[in-house]
């Protein structure tokens, strides 16, 4: 029977100290964050106080974000993204961190929204290119790349997802699955077949799950407070128990305000579902 930590992503809870955030963080009763230092802290990774981070989070820390555009189209972004991931990677270890993670970005440069060419051959080339960068500098600190999809990126379902693990196939590659990232106007009733394809394609490389919850709003999916919306939470949890995902749960661009409601809600699920 699957049993999970809940965290959240630091920077959705505010941008404050260490020391102040990680008591931020507790007092709405999770377990862990996932922390992005710029966002987090206003610094970037090699300017933070490694031991005040240590210090005030302990273990608690899930997972680093070090996202960044793999394919855009001016290439030096794409070497400073490279460069500042292997910064995260090298603070992960020093902070017994096992993931840093990143999404696999567009060709629209920024924002990174879809053009037809992000599904591409050449840009799924590309992001193996990277991708095999990162996993290489991870193994030398001992730490995990984590890859996230997303609909408007190259990485655009669980099944492209699954390709990318496989050519990769490295032990120091994982994934997140964040459902509400692999959705569109045309697929977004069909949220639960996508979830169970991606635990069926990954189940073995899951290791982080972003929650979300969305309403339709003017023909777009418009993200909500968790329980607020169209997402079938009871049919996620009931898959997640099925296929025995060991994961950490995060809660990714929740407002603060819904924080606390949000906790409650997914708490009654688990209760219910006994997970």
Request: a neutral charge.
């Amino acid at each position: 029977m699957a049993t999970f930590k809940i965290g959240v992503r630091a920077h959705d809870v505010g941008k404050l100290a260490p020391s102040e955030l990680s008591k931020a963080v507790a007092s709405f009763g999770f377990d862990g964050v996932q922390l992005v230092f710029p966002k987090a802290f206003g610094l970037a990774v090699d300017a933070v106080n490694i031991q005040d981070t240590k210090l005030a989070f302990e273990d608690s820390i899930m997972l680093i974000g070090a996202y960044f555009n793999m394919i855009h189209p001016n290439h030096e972004e794409v070497l400073k993204g490279i460069e500042n991931f292997k910064k995260n990677l090298k603070a992960a270890k020093l902070l017994k961190v096992k993931y840093v993670a990143t999404e696999t970005g567009s060709l629209m440069g920024n924002p990174w929204g879809y053009v037809k060419e992000n599904h591409s051959q050449d840009s799924f080339n590309k992001v193996v290119d990277v991708t095999n960068k990162l996993v290489e500098t991870a193994k030398i600190y001992g730490v995990n790349v984590l890859i996230e999809g997303a609909w408007n990126h190259t990485i655009y379902s669980p099944k492209r997802l699954k390709e990318l693990v496989d050519v990769i196939n490295d032990p120091n590659l994982f994934v997140i699955i964040d459902l509400y990232n692999f959705l569109n106007i045309d697929n977004h009733l069909e949220h639960i077949e996508i979830f169970e394809t991606a635990l069926k394609l990954l189940k073995d490389k899951i290791r982080i799950i972003h929650l979300k919850d969305y309403i339709v709003e003017d023909n777009l999916l418009k993200q909500v407070g968790l329980g607020q919306g169209l997402m079938q939470y009871e049919k996620v949890f009931k898959l997640l128990n099925q296929y025995e995902i060991q994961a950490d749960l995060v809660f990714e661009g929740v407002h603060k305000h819904d924080l606390e409601s949000s906790m409650n809600f997914i708490k009654k699920i688990i209760k219910k579902e006994g997970v």
